[in-house]
Nanobody
Framework: QVQLVESGGGLVQPGGSLRLSCAASGSTSDYYSIAWFRQAPGKAREGVSSLTSSDGRVYYGDSVKGRFFMSRDIAANTVYLQMNSLKPEDTAIYYC????????????????WGRGTQVTVSS
């Protein structure tokens, strides 16, 4: 069982930046990949980025490429999502998720989920 705890959400103005953190219990060997998803009110959950444990390769969804950057601290078993040039349409609850087997940005691939952290982009 992997437990995930997100932090770092908040209110930011358009064009601003925010960094989210996701602390995972256990070790990186407990999951194949870890990812960020988001869900805006009335919309389906959307894959933002994923990172494979074995080699640290990162994949991004099209809507965030070039603006969001995912990284990790292996010793702390924590991943980060650096969000730059934020837009109002980035407003959502951001979830951290871990998968035992896959890395694709589809929520059906993920076995463990955090409770989420709210990000609001507004002036």
């Amino acid at each position: 069982q992997v437990q995930l705890v997100e932090s770092g959400g908040g209110l930011v103005q358009p064009g601003g930046s925010l960094r989210l953190s996701c602390a995972a219990s256990g070790s990186t060997s407990d999951y194949y990949s870890i990812a960020w998803f988001r869900q805006a009110p009335g919309k389906a959950r959307e894959g933002v980025s994923s990172l494979t444990s074995s080699d640290g390769r990162v994949y991004y969804g099209d809507s965030v490429k070039g603006r969001f950057f995912m990284s990790r601290d292996i010793a702390a078993n924590t991943v980060y999502l650096q969000m730059n040039s934020l837009k109002p349409e980035d407003t959502a609850i951001y979830y951290c998720a871990a998968s035992k087997y896959g890395w694709h940005l589809s929520d059906t691939v993920y076995d463990y989920w955090g409770r989420g952290t709210q990000v609001t982009v507004s002036s």
